[in-house]
């Protein structure tokens, strides 16, 4: 038997079991990576509760890490013993048709590390070279864990396309504050943030991402106050970031004639929202969805945390041992005011990031 390590594994819906499995062997277009970092995600509580990619347990989950590159393939370019890494989580065939149109994230075969492969909630995790991107050291350990999910606010941001002075509206206040932040570093004015949590409504103020903030359990109509603030016309983009019917329903009402709904939060499927067409083609109202970030994204958004253009440091809770990963699972699930929080397997206690 080769090497062995630690791994939280997902073996059935709400059922995770820390076990000694062999660590990956890599072929020669992949390098094995040593895990010191890994968030926790909305998507992994979906994974932990069997109600996203249940078919691929039992799963090692865990797709937000970074680590030190411990074994390199023969065919490996630009990555060496030592390097400090993420990976781009997407997985291609490159030959469907999607794929050869360049259309990677609707690739016929799509698949990604942690969710439908083994991730990084172990103490080591195996990725393509060519998905590889090393992590200089002006970005910081905890910044380095959330580079994926920076990634897919950018390439929200790309797809929304805001220029200066566009009126924005970001439901949600989750990812949702980083997608003020993200309009906030493209120009975008005035940006409005909707949320249920004063606390993180309270926590994206400190952060000076907006310019207003609406707690829509103490307004009568969010959607009347959102056209308050957009002289009576709604907003340029509307942006939503929760993924329920309810507030996709508020997006198509909040926007303007002419204007663009950016649909990013996840409603689980089958469920849906209700939307009337003759608004959309009278309006020339626009839908668009945006679901991940890919590729050169993550050389991008290392290169905006290492110019501190975004700095997503106040949203990170506390760092946990791989050992407490299924209780701080229930944790999220339960304490709407924690955004993130992160796993090593390195550590044995407990440890406050921002006190």
């Known amino acids: 038997m080769g090497k062995m390590m630690r791994a939280q594994v997902v073996e059935a819906p709400n059922k995770m079991a820390l076990k000694q499995v062999p660590v990956p062997e890599i072929n020669e277009d992949e390098v094995l990576i040593k895990v010191k970092m890994c968030?926790?995600?909305?998507t992994d509580l979906k994974?932990?509760?069997?109600?996203?990619?249940?078919?691929?347990?039992?799963?090692?989950?865990?797709?937000?890490?970074?680590?030190?590159?411990?074994?390199?393939?023969?065919?490996?370019?630009?990555?060496?013993?030592?390097?400090?890494?993420?990976?781009?989580?997407?997985?291609?065939c490159g030959t469907c048709y999607f794929c050869r149109r360049g259309d990677f994230l609707l690739c016929e075969n799509f698949t990604q590390l942690g969710i439908h492969t083994n991730g990084a909630f172990a103490e080591y995790v195996k990725a393509p070279w060519k998905n590889c991107y090393v992590i200089p050291s002006g970005v910081d350990d905890y910044s380095a864990a959330f580079i994926e999910p920076m990634t897919a606010v950018l390439q929200g941001a790309k797809s929304m396309s805001c220029t200066i002075s566009s009126s924005v509206v970001v439901i949600g206040c989750?990812?949702?504050?980083?997608?003020?932040?993200?309009?906030?570093?493209?120009?975008?004015?005035?940006i409005i943030m909707t949320g249920d949590s004063q606390a993180r409504l309270d926590l994206a103020k400190k952060m000076g991402v907006a310019d207003y903030f609406i707690n829509i359990n103490e307004v009568d109509d969010v959607v009347a106050e959102v056209k308050k603030l957009t002289g009576g016309v709604g907003a340029d983009f509307v942006l939503e970031a929760v993924g329920?019917?309810?507030?996709?329903?508020?997006?198509?009402?909040?926007?303007?004639?002419?204007?663009?709904?950016?649909?990013?939060?996840?409603?689980?499927?089958?469920?849906?929202a209700q939307f009337e067409p003759y608004e959309f083609v009278l309006g020339e109202k626009k839908l668009r969805g945006s679901c991940a970030g890919i590729g050169n994204n993550?050389?991008?958004?290392?290169?905006?945390?290492?110019?501190?253009?975004?700095?997503?440091?106040?949203?990170?809770?506390?760092?946990?041992?791989?050992?407490?990963?299924?209780?701080?699972?229930?944790?999220?699930?339960?304490?709407?005011?924690?955004?993130?929080?992160?796993?090593?397997?390195?550590?044995t206690k407990r440890t406050k990031i921002n006190k």
């Open 174 to 190: 989750g990812l949702g504050i980083l997608h003020a932040a993200m309009a906030k570093l493209r120009g975008a004015a005035p």
């Open 39 to 42: 968030g926790i995600c909305g």
């Open 298 to 347: 993550w050389a991008e958004v290392i290169n905006l945390l290492s110019y501190k253009r975004i700095d997503p440091t106040p949203l990170f809770s506390d760092v946990i041992p791989l050992e407490e990963l299924e209780s701080a699972l229930h944790e999220l699930k339960t304490n709407k005011e924690i955004i993130k929080i992160f796993v090593s397997p390195e550590i």
């Open 47 to 92: 994974i932990y509760a069997g109600l996203y990619a249940a078919d691929y347990l039992p799963l090692i989950s865990g797709h937000e890490f970074w680590g030190i590159v411990e074994q390199v393939g023969k065919n490996a370019k630009g990555i060496k013993i030592g390097d400090r890494v993420s990976a781009d989580i997407c997985l291609t």
């Open 244 to 272: 329920t019917p309810a507030t996709y329903e508020q997006a198509f009402k909040m926007v303007r004639r002419g204007g663009a709904v950016e649909a990013f939060g996840v409603v689980p499927q089958g469920r849906t």
